[in-house]
């Protein structure tokens, strides 16, 4: 019975006040202090970086006040200038603050180096399905007397080239092999 009393007492009223506009005014100084520390209003569109060289990229954030981190180098891509932006994060139209970074991935000055595997005594079909897959372009079939088919060397630019050395992948290889006639 004494609770009942309690809550329909002047005293519980006043609390009950005191409490709402406590929180109200609190509710109203986080509101206004996570505004001024948090730049609430302020938003700067991120550009297109797409295809720019990293000092040109470099210019253009530092006029608007953001930062950049190159994340890494993706796969050659010949569309895309050497050293180049290929892709970034966030993306162009986005909106962000001040001094916030943009996460970057450049283009590669070259295609990978790839090693050429031992193809000497394989079969014409094995070393094109092996060297294709590995970023090889087949380019000529060369013929010396031997086994029909069988791989026996491999050239690139004019040049033999040894299995266990290195070539730029997309390189053209063309196939040394037997034409039938061991004779």
Same mark, same amino acid.
């Given at each position: 019975?004494?609770?009942?009393?309690? $809550?329909?007492? %002047?005293?519980?009223?006043?609390? @009950?006040? @005191?409490?709402? !506009? &406590?929180?109200?005014? $609190? *509710?109203?100084? !986080?509101?206004?202090?996570?505004?001024?520390?948090?730049?609430?209003?302020?938003?700067?569109?991120?550009?297109?970086?797409?295809?720019?060289?990293?000092?040109?990229?470099?210019?253009?954030? #530092?006029?608007?006040?953001?930062?950049?981190?190159?994340?890494? &180098?993706?796969?050659?891509?010949?569309?895309?200038?050497?050293?180049?932006?290929?892709?970034?994060?966030?993306?162009?139209?986005?909106?962000?603050?001040? #001094?916030?970074?943009?996460?970057?991935?450049?283009?590669?000055? %070259?295609?990978?180096? !790839?090693?050429?595997?031992?193809?000497?005594?394989?079969? #014409?079909?094995?070393?094109?399905?092996?060297?294709? &897959?590995?970023?090889? #372009?087949?380019?000529?079939? $060369?013929?010396?007397?031997?086994? %029909?088919?069988?791989?026996?060397?491999?050239? &690139?630019?004019?040049?033999?080239?040894?299995?266990?050395?290195? $070539?730029?992948?997309?390189?053209? *290889?063309?196939?040394?092999?037997?034409?039938?006639?061991?004779?």
């Amino acid at each position: 019975m004494n609770f009942f009393r309690f $809550l329909i007492s %002047k005293s519980f009223f006043i609390q @009950i006040g @005191i409490a709402t !506009i &406590s929180l109200s005014l $609190l *509710i109203i100084i !986080i509101k206004w202090w996570l505004g001024f520390t948090t730049n609430h209003e302020q938003k700067i569109q991120v550009p297109n970086l797409n295809k720019m060289s990293l000092s040109n990229v470099e210019t253009t954030l #530092k006029e608007l006040n953001l930062d950049f981190l190159v994340i890494d &180098s993706a796969s050659y891509n010949p569309k895309y200038p050497k050293q180049s932006v290929i892709e970034q994060t966030p993306v162009s139209g986005s909106f962000v603050k001040e #001094k916030r970074k943009i996460y970057l991935t450049l283009n590669p000055s %070259k295609y990978r180096d !790839i090693t050429i595997p031992d193809l000497n005594g394989q079969s #014409k079909r094995q070393a094109i399905t092996q060297l294709q &897959s590995i970023g090889f #372009k087949i380019g000529k079939f $060369l013929y010396i007397r031997d086994y %029909k088919d069988v791989i026996r060397g491999l050239k &690139s630019n004019g040049k033999k080239v040894k299995s266990g050395s290195k $070539l730029e992948k997309n390189a053209v *290889i063309d196939l040394i092999m037997g034409n039938g006639k061991r004779q």
